[in-house]
């Protein structure tokens, strides 16, 4: 298992931008899918970004070519570069991780650890 912290939320102004980071404990983290999911007050939990264990990236259609998802093994992070941000961004974002093979990188219920979320708050 690994245990999930979440830093760099806050306000900023439409169109700003603001990099999440994810700082992740645990001996097995290379062997991880990432993901970032975000919840906005009265909705359900959002998928936003994957990085799998190689590297490779999925976007929710709403934030492709604006937000990054990256992840450094040695350092054992997961970062997140929203650029461009719109009002509607607004939401507390969480990191979650996912080591069992298979199923949907983009269902919350398939990661199995999770941080405690951090707020991003986008005034228009």
């Known amino acids: 298992q690994v245990q999930l912290v979440e830093s760099g939320g806050g306000l900023v102004q439409a169109g700003g931008s603001l990099r999440l980071s994810c700082a992740a404990s645990?001996?097995?983290?290379?062997?991880?899918?990432m993901g970032w999911f975000r919840q906005a007050p009265g909705k359900e939990r959002e998928f936003v970004a994957t990085?799998?264990?190689?590297?490779?990236?999925y976007y929710v259609d709403s934030v492709k070519g604006r937000f990054t998802i990256s992840r450094d093994n040695a350092k054992k992070m997961v970062y997140l570069q929203m650029n461009s941000l719109k009002p509607e961004d607004t939401a507390v974002y969480s990191c979650?991780?996912?080591?069992?093979?298979?199923?949907?990188?983009?269902?919350?219920?398939?990661?199995?650890?999770w941080g405690q979320g951090t707020q991003v708050t986008v005034s228009s």
């Open positions: 979650a991780g996912k080591v069992s093979a298979g199923g949907s990188y983009s269902t919350a219920s398939e990661y199995e650890n």
């Open positions: 645990g001996r097995t983290f290379s062997s991880y899918r």
């Open positions: 990085i799998s264990r190689g590297g490779n990236t």
